[in-house]
C-alpha cells in the first residue's frame, strides 16, 4: 500500500525489511502469549493490544518513509535525465574533419561575431620611398597639430665633425666619442633615417661577405666630393666612388640583382645618403671630406653607388 511511482530496488528492499520485521514481531508476540499466564493483573485488554500493533505500525511508517524518499529520488534523477537530453538537443551536432578532429563551432561571442581581419605585413618596398626634403610648413598648409606636442622633431644644426664620427658607428663600448656623437647625431630625423639605413646595408653586406673596413678605396679627391655636393653626378664625380675592388662589386651587383630586400635597402641608402651629403658638404673643410670618406657609410655608398652604376662605366 506504500507503493508509489519510480520504486526500485531498494523500495523493494525495504519492504523485505519490514516485512521481515514484521514476522519477528509476530513471533515474538506469539511466544510471549504462549508462555504467558494471560493478560497482566490489572491493566486493560486495549492497553496490551495497543503495545502489540505499535511496533507494527512503527516498522509500516518508516518503510513508506524510505519508499517515499526512494521515488523523490526516482522522480530527481527522472528530472535531471530529461534536462540532459534537453540541452543535448539544444546544443548544435558536433562535426569530425577527416583528421578526427572536433570541429564543432564555438559559441557566439561579442568577439566571434565580427572578427577583426589581421593587418597584412608590410612589404619591403617601402624601404625604397625617398624620406621627404626639408621644407618649413605654411600655416595654411600644415595639416599638423601644433597645441598637442605632435610635431615631428625639428632638424638639428649639428657639427660636420658630430656627424662624420656617427656615420663611421662607435668602435666599441669604449669609442666614448663615436658613442656621444651617434647619440647627438640621432636626434636629428634626417640624420638618424640615414644612420640606421646605413647600419642596414653595412650588415647585409657584412653577411655577404663584403666587410666595409677590408675596403681599400683610392684616395679621395676632396674636389670630386665637392662638386657632387654641388649636385653634379655621373662621370664628373666619379672620383667620388673610390672603391674599385673587381670582387666586391661583382658580388654586390650580384646580391642586387638577387635579392630584392637587399637592393630595395641600397635604393634607400644611397638616397638618403646623397641628399644629406649634399646638405653637409658646404660646411666641411677638405680634412674633414678626407674624413667622411674613410667612414664605414661612405665606404658602402662608394662601392654601392658604383655597382648601382650611378657613376657611369667604370674609368
Do not use: K, Y
Request: no cysteine; hydrophobic share 45%; proline share 9%.
Amino acid at each position: 500500500m506504500f507503493a508509489g511511482p519510480g520504486d526500485g530496488g531498494r523500495g523493494n528492499r525495504a519492504l523485505v525489511i519490514g516485512a521481515g520485521l514484521t514476522a519477528l514481531w509476530l513471533v515474538m508476540l506469539l511466544v510471549f502469549w504462549l508462555t504467558s499466564s494471560g493478560t497482566a493483573a490489572g491493566a486493560p485488554r486495549w492497553i496490551s493490544v495497543v503495545a502489540a500493533l505499535m511496533p507494527l505500525g512503527l516498522i509500516w511508517m518508516a518503510v513508506g518513509i524510505a519508499r517515499a524518499i526512494d521515488t523523490l529520488r526516482a522522480e530527481a534523477d527522472t528530472l535531471r535525465a530529461q534536462l540532459d537530453r534537453e540541452r543535448l538537443m539544444a546544443e548544435p551536432p558536433r562535426r569530425m574533419s577527416s583528421a578526427g578532429a572536433d570541429t564543432t563551432p564555438a559559441p557566439a561571442t561579442p568577439a566571434s561575431r565580427a572578427p577583426i581581419p589581421a593587418a597584412p605585413r608590410p612589404a619591403a618596398a617601402p624601404r625604397t620611398m625617398p624620406a621627404p626634403r626639408r621644407t618649413e610648413p605654411t600655416a595654411a598648409t600644415d595639416p599638423r597639430q601644433t597645441s598637442l606636442g605632435l610635431d615631428a622633431p625639428e632638424p638639428l644644426e649639428l657639427p660636420g665633425e658630430t656627424v662624420i664620427l656617427a656615420l663611421n658607428f662607435p668602435d666599441g663600448p669604449d669609442d666614448t666619442a663615436a658613442i656621444a656623437a651617434l647619440r647627438e647625431a640621432l636626434r636629428d630625423p634626417d640624420q638618424a633615417r640615414l644612420i640606421r639605413s646605413a647600419q642596414d646595408v653595412v650588415t647585409l653586406l657584412a653577411e655577404r661577405g663584403i666587410i666595409t673596413d677590408e675596403l681599400q678605396p683610392d684616395p679621395t679627391d676632396p674636389a670630386a666630393w665637392r662638386r657632387f655636393g654641388d649636385g653634379q653626378r655621373g662621370r664628373a664625380v666619379g672620383d667620388v666612388g673610390a672603391i674599385r675592388d673587381p670582387a666586391a662589386l661583382e658580388a654586390a651587383t650580384a646580391a642586387m640583382r638577387a635579392d630584392e630586400v637587399f637592393r630595395d635597402a641600397v635604393h634607400h641608402f644611397l638616397r638618403l645618403f646623397d641628399r644629406n651629403i649634399t646638405e653637409l658638404m658646404p660646411q666641411l673643410s677638405d680634412d674633414e671630406i678626407l674624413w667622411l670618406a674613410e667612414t664605414r657609410s661612405a665606404r658602402a655608398f662608394m662601392l654601392l653607388a658604383r655597382a648601382a652604376g650611378l657613376f657611369g662605366q667604370d674609368q
